[in-house]
């Protein structure tokens, strides 16, 4: 995919059958962390909040990733996220299965309270 600037120039480069699922992933992501900033990391849409990475997401042929780079959101939810596990802090979920949208609802939600927490502990 090309380098872009915005979130809604990558989606736009999401392949148009793939496109409609991804921005619902989208907006699970951002109803999940309604305080967090979109961006792009790493040349894919990014959450950050109060200037913290949160959570990044992509589009790829064979599947749509999710990374959290938490090993707390792994822990936290366990067996329910085996399946989708491709490394520490990657989650893939295969494309022509329909996203799992209330399981990455629970791992942004996850994540937002990893962050926060981590931040009060400061």
């Given amino acids: 995919m090309a380098k872009v600037a915005t979130v809604d120039e990558y989606i736009a480069a999401v392949p148009e059958d793939r496109r409609a699922e991804f921005q619902q992933m989208r907006a699970a992501i951002n109803a999940a962390a309604p305080d967090a900033v ?13 200037g913290h990475f949160l959570v990044s997401y992509a589009a790829f042929k064979a599947h749509t990733s999710l990374f959290p780079a938490s090993e707390a959101v792994v822990a936290a939810l366990g ?3 085996t399946p989708y596990l491709a490394g520490k802090g ?33």
């Fill in 38 to 50: 979109e961006v792009i990391a790493y040349d894919m849409p990014a959450l950050r909040a109060d």
């Fill in 79 to 81: 067996e329910d996220l």
């Fill in 90 to 122: 990657t989650i893939r979920f295969p494309a022509k299965a329909p996203l799992p949208l209330p399981r990455i609802t629970r791992i942004i939600q996850t994540r937002v309270r990893e962050e926060r927490e981590a931040r009060a502990a400061k």
